[in-house]
């Protein structure tokens, strides 16, 4: 008797922990259309030949200037500068809202 109540209580224990201490939230909002218009957040930032710090630098874009947004990919986004239309990829922790 005392090894049922005993499995029950474990039972109810193990239910318990995995109902409240493995809740995960997942954020389900769909990124913005591709082609949207961001701006540089930071005094300068590199835009590259390739989505890695190790890539060519193509160009440098400065704080206040546009850039459209076609693609992210491990925290980089994939760029076009509005003024030069020079294409590249840029650390996507530098873009802002317009």
């Known amino acids: 008797m005392k090894a049922k109540i005993a499995n029950t209580l474990g039972l109810l224990l193990l239910l318990t922990v995995l109902g409240v201490g493995c809740s995960v939230s997942i954020d389900l909002t769909p990124p913005p259309p591709a ?6 957040g930071a005094d300068s930032v590199n835009v590259r030949v390739c989505p890695s710090p190790g890539c ?3 160009t440098v874009v400065y704080r206040g200037q546009a850039v459209r947004v ?16 020079v ?4 650390d996507a922790r ?3 809202m317009p």
């Open 35 to 40: 082609g949207y218009v961001r701006v540089v």
């Open 56 to 58: 060519d630098v193509r």
């Open 70 to 85: 076609y693609e992210y990919q491990n925290g980089w986004a994939r760029i076009v500068v509005s003024d030069s239309g």
């Open 87 to 90: 294409p590249g990829w840029m």
């Open 94 to 96: 530098y873009l802002r």
